[in-house]
T-cell receptor, first 110, second 112 residues
Framework: GQQVMQIPQYQHVQEGEDFTTYCNSSTTLSNIQWYKQRPGGHPVFLIQLVKSGEVKKQKRLTFQFGEAKKNSSLHITATQTTDVGTYFCAGGTSYGKLTFGQGTILTVHP | DTAVSQTPKYLVTQMGNDKSIKCEQNLGHDTMYWYKQDSKKFLKIMFSYNNKELIINETVPNRFSPKSPDKAHLNLHINSLELGDSAVYFC???????????FGSGTRLTVV
């Protein structure tokens, strides 16, 4: 079955440093979605990428979808303490199934 | 107004009991889901309903039975609870099957 692998599992950064999490799928995806889950909270939808090679930005967050539509990345510039949480990618197939990666837990030290 | 609401928020129960978790969405979405999040934060799909019809049923023990009385509600009933069922259960909804999900706040189930 479809697998979505996400690395790293954990990332500890100092406030102001950059952060990147990577997502790889075993199969070609129709779309990739990214979610953020704050500690004790629920996943919150951030963005969806659909096109091969697509790049989208949300303030300090940059999302990329690979040319082969099998990988994606989320990059945060100059992290802040409000960025702490778990970031999930989720790969979507043409028949609507969404498979979540294992998530990257980000901690930011002030 | 809460978009996707789940009740209860916390559930502590003994092994062997039967319990239900309710979920309601007021977003007018057509598709609803149940996810299980284990202690390692892994989110695993359990069920998906589109307009009251079951469309995804992953390899979940048949002690778990979803029920969708209408497209705004998707409840989860669990029979004969086991220790391994302890987890956070999230309900979610989306406009269509390829759209972003809105998650509920979760139900933390603890089986003792």
């Amino acid at each position: 079955g479809q697998q979505v692998m996400q690395i790293p599992q954990y990332q500890h950064v100092q406030e102001g440093e950059d952060f990147t999490t990577y997502c790889n799928s075993s199969t070609t995806l129709s779309n990739i979605q990214w979610y953020k889950q704050r500690p004790g909270g629920h996943p919150v939808f951030l963005i969806q990428l659909v096109k091969s090679g697509e790049v989208k930005k949300q303030k300090r967050l940059t999302f990329q979808f690979g040319e082969a539509k099998k990988n994606s990345s989320l990059h945060i510039t100059a992290t802040q303490t409000t960025d702490v949480g778990t970031y999930f990618c989720a790969g979507g197939t043409s028949y609507g199934k969404l498979t979540f990666g294992q998530g990257t837990i980000l901690t930011v030290h002030p | 107004d809460t978009a996707v609401s789940q009740t209860p928020k916390y559930l502590v129960t003994q092994m062997g009991n039967d319990k239900s978790i309710k979920c309601e969405q007021n977003l007018g979405h057509d598709t609803m889901y149940w996810y299980k999040q284990d202690s390692k934060k892994f989110l695993k799909i359990m069920f998906s309903y589109n307009n009251k019809e079951l469309i995804i049923n992953e390899t979940v023990p048949n002690r778990f039975s979803p029920k969708s009385p209408d497209k705004a509600h998707l409840n989860l009933h669990i029979n004969s609870l086991e220790l391994g069922d302890s987890a956070v259960y999230f309900c979610a909804s989306s406009h269509g099957q390829g759209d972003g999900y809105t998650f509920g706040s979760g139900t933390r189930l603890t089986v003792v």
